[in-house]
């Protein structure tokens, strides 16, 4: 059996975006990778299908899709996605951890593990950016992966809990979370991964049982706005989880601002900013913070309706006009596609209540991920061999 072929997607808009698109919610994160309005040179979209612009089920009824940038170490590299997510018993939701492998037959957990680590090995031949920042050119950091792919790496049996996944502090990166479980010295691809974080799906208005998103009306003496460039410092000095400048400073913001008068009230008004959040780059909501002091009036969820609203508006929605002109997130969103989603460590209550008042939907749970492209490759050959 010859390894799985990995081709190059120079046009994902065009060759690969048609056959993901059908799919929704189940590959949101790389699509609005892949849709994301800053691609960067040194990204690379690869695919197990050839590049095709009609959707094809002969080409696609098992497949992979990689998106990694690695000029973006240390923060997230690379995001996969695998079919072998999508089972029969799901019912089309895109993924259920508690719903096992129970539609996926044998054959089809060896073809997709076989196309995943031809996927890996193909990034380890791909050239390393100039100033690259990883820990490694042989470690690859690899987000939100679905638990089945993680449990496909690993060499896992088809069902594992979340209980099954012990928690460590001791290795830390600019990942969800510095709580991190480290795998045995040459045990897996996988080498370190995350705690398992909660995926909340925030389904577009026009699909069944969704909620259409809100910006509540402020309090009198707040307003919305987005982050300026000279207050990413705050942002940062603020984030558990540590952040590059560089990349917040292409994501799409809100914030929420006070106003105040200097000089006796015939100053000008400076406002200051209170609260914030962001896009990620996978069309997620992210870094969403309020300042102590006006924690407890809901501007967090204000926050995280504000950024909802503004994933169709900008692209020629409600907004519209300038607001159009301006909005810099992702690129060929339709109402009927625009699904958001939120990952939530499962012990964050705030989070998860934020996430739920919102319409939010509890759908799977992903991990951030150290991957060993070296012994991908190693296992490749070997699985292949097996199947001889």
């Given at each position: 059996m010859a390894p799985p072929p990995v081709y190059p997607h120079p046009d994902p808009h065009s060759t690969l975006l048609p056959h993901l698109l059908p799919l929704l919610p189940s590959p949101l994160a790389i699509i609005?990778?892949?849709?994301?309005?800053f691609q960067s040179p040194y990204a690379h979209i690869l695919s197990t299908f050839p590049p095709s612009t009609s959707p094809n089920r002969n080409l696609t009824r098992q497949f992979a899709v990689a998106y990694v940038d690695r000029s973006r170490a240390p923060e997230t590299e690379c995001w996969i996605?695998?079919?072998?997510?999508?089972?029969p018993d799901q019912n089309g939701s895109g993924g259920d951890v508690d719903g096992g492998e129970k539609g996926a037959k044998a054959e089809d957990r060896i073809l997709a593990r076989l196309q995943l680590l031809a996927l890996l090995a193909h990034i380890s031949s791909l050239p390393t950016p100039p100033d690259f920042a990883g820990p490694s050119t042989t470690l690859l950091h690899v987000g939100g992966v679905h638990q089945r792919v993680l449990e496909l790496l690993k060499g896992l049996p088809a069902h594992v809990t979340n209980a099954d996944f012990s928690r460590r502090s001791d290795l830390k990166a600019s990942s969800p979370d510095t709580a991190w479980t480290s795998e045995p010295p040459g045990s897996s691809v996988v080498k370190s991964h995350t705690i398992p974080w909660a995926?909340?799906?925030?389904?577009?208005?026009?699909?069944?049982?969704?909620?259409?998103?809100?910006?509540?009306?402020?309090?009198?003496?707040?307003?919305?706005?987005?982050?300026?460039r000279e207050e990413l410092a705050l942002v940062l000095d603020r984030l558990l989880i540590p952040r590059k400048e560089r990349t917040l400073a292409i994501l799409p913001s809100a914030a929420i601002r006070r106003a105040e008068q200097v000089g006796g009230?015939?100053?000008?008004?400076?406002?200051?900013?209170?609260a914030w959040g962001f896009w990620g780059v996978d069309g997620s909501l992210t870094s969403l913070h309020v300042e102590e002091t006006f924690r407890g009036r809901g501007l967090g969820k204000a926050i995280a309706g504000r950024l909802l609203q503004t994933l169709v508006e900008g692209e020629g929605g409600k907004g519209g006009g300038e607001e159009k002109r301006k909005w810099k997130g992702f690129t060929g969103v339709e109402q009927e596609q625009a699904w958001a989603h939120s990952d939530v460590a499962e012990y964050n209550e705030a989070s998860i209540g934020v996430a739920k008042?919102?319409?939010?939907?509890?759908?799977?749970v992903v991990f951030w991920t150290w991957m060993d492209l070296e012994r991908a490759m190693?296992?490749?050959?070997?699985?292949?061999?097996?199947?001889?």
């Amino acid at each position: 059996m010859a390894p799985p072929p990995v081709y190059p997607h120079p046009d994902p808009h065009s060759t690969l975006l048609p056959h993901l698109l059908p799919l929704l919610p189940s590959p949101l994160a790389i699509i609005r990778r892949i849709q994301f309005h800053f691609q960067s040179p040194y990204a690379h979209i690869l695919s197990t299908f050839p590049p095709s612009t009609s959707p094809n089920r002969n080409l696609t009824r098992q497949f992979a899709v990689a998106y990694v940038d690695r000029s973006r170490a240390p923060e997230t590299e690379c995001w996969i996605y695998s079919s072998i997510e999508l089972a029969p018993d799901q019912n089309g939701s895109g993924g259920d951890v508690d719903g096992g492998e129970k539609g996926a037959k044998a054959e089809d957990r060896i073809l997709a593990r076989l196309q995943l680590l031809a996927l890996l090995a193909h990034i380890s031949s791909l050239p390393t950016p100039p100033d690259f920042a990883g820990p490694s050119t042989t470690l690859l950091h690899v987000g939100g992966v679905h638990q089945r792919v993680l449990e496909l790496l690993k060499g896992l049996p088809a069902h594992v809990t979340n209980a099954d996944f012990s928690r460590r502090s001791d290795l830390k990166a600019s990942s969800p979370d510095t709580a991190w479980t480290s795998e045995p010295p040459g045990s897996s691809v996988v080498k370190s991964h995350t705690i398992p974080w909660a995926k909340y799906l925030f389904a577009p208005v026009a699909a069944p049982g969704s909620v259409e998103p809100v910006a509540p009306t402020l309090p009198e003496g707040l307003s919305y706005g987005t982050v300026k460039r000279e207050e990413l410092a705050l942002v940062l000095d603020r984030l558990l989880i540590p952040r590059k400048e560089r990349t917040l400073a292409i994501l799409p913001s809100a914030a929420i601002r006070r106003a105040e008068q200097v000089g006796g009230g015939r100053g000008k008004t400076e406002r200051e900013m209170v609260a914030w959040g962001f896009w990620g780059v996978d069309g997620s909501l992210t870094s969403l913070h309020v300042e102590e002091t006006f924690r407890g009036r809901g501007l967090g969820k204000a926050i995280a309706g504000r950024l909802l609203q503004t994933l169709v508006e900008g692209e020629g929605g409600k907004g519209g006009g300038e607001e159009k002109r301006k909005w810099k997130g992702f690129t060929g969103v339709e109402q009927e596609q625009a699904w958001a989603h939120s990952d939530v460590a499962e012990y964050n209550e705030a989070s998860i209540g934020v996430a739920k008042g919102l319409g939010g939907t509890y759908a799977w749970v992903v991990f951030w991920t150290w991957m060993d492209l070296e012994r991908a490759m190693k296992e490749m050959v070997v699985a292949v061999e097996e199947e001889i």
